[in-house]
């Protein structure tokens, strides 16, 4: 059974800085491109950053967190990891791993119906 569980969600500052993780079992992690999405209320699911490799050599990310948001991973502990700096209210969301095949390659990377296996999110809200 496949699970993606992410923590490192909390409550911070505009300008503040959080780093997520999130750890997978159930699957072979190098074989998976891990991403990220957020969902803030009432709003739909978005994409915020991916790496469609298993070694950090693609990574894409979403305009609104470019040069903010940093992706990485350690397969050796099969996490992959999102430091956010800089923070802004905008920000706040609802923020969810995410994991696909890494035979996909970039294609459709932003998509999230090409993916196919969900954490159950964890919450990060930047008060202003």
């Known amino acids: 059974q496949v699970q993606l569980v992410e923590s490192g969600g909390g409550l911070v500052q505009a300008g503040g800085s959080l780093r997520l993780s999130c750890t997978a079992s159930g699957l072979t992690f190098s074989a998976y491109a891990m991403g990220w999405f957020r969902q803030a209320p009432g709003e739909e699911r978005e994409f915020v950053g991916v790496d469609t490799t298993r070694n950090g050599g693609s990574l894409y990310y979403a305009d609104s967190v470019k040069g903010r948001f940093t992706i990485s991973r350690d397969n050796a502990e099969n996490t992959v990891y999102l430091q956010m700096n800089s923070l802004k209210p905008e920000d706040t969301a609802v923020y969810y791993c995410?994991?696909?095949?890494?035979?996909?390659?970039?294609?459709?990377?932003?998509?999230?119906?090409?993916?196919?296996?969900w954490g159950q999110g964890t919450q990060v809200t930047v008060s202003s």
């Open positions: 995410a994991a696909r095949s890494i035979w996909y390659g970039s294609r459709n990377y932003a998509t999230s119906g090409s993916y196919a296996y």
